[in-house]
């Protein structure tokens, strides 16, 4: 089953967590700005990443409109959600959880959400999250 991390950061925490995530998976990490539609739309299993972003919503220039262009191309694809936030409570992995299911992917189950880089993961919380994928 072929996986794919998919992220998009701004200050360097989302990469950190995705590089992780990939290393734990024996996938690859990118960046949406160096890879294809077509390319992560090939894979088994997406694993997207992004921070929350101004009031809890994901990034609108760059990551969003390759985020939806990947769903509309991979329907039915399985899907998990991470990122890193700094305020709020979680309020932008929970609606993006239900839009990737309304987008028709299958979410692999609740989403990572990390206060700050790779050293602040919930070990717990993070283990969860991989059994998942």
Known sequence: MSKIVVYWSGTGNT???ANKIAQD???EAVSVSAVSVDEVAQNDVIVFGCPAMGSE???EDEFRPFYEAVMAAAG????ALFGSYGWGDGEWMRNWQDEVVSLGG???GEGLIVNGDSSAI???AYQAFLATI
Do not use: P, Q, R
């Open 106 to 108: 299958v979410l692999a």
């Open 122 to 124: 919930d070990d717990a």
């Open 15 to 17: 990469e950190d967590v």
């Open 25 to 27: 998976l024996g996938c």
């Open 57 to 59: 919503e994901l990034e």
């Open 76 to 79: 039915g694809k399985k899907v």
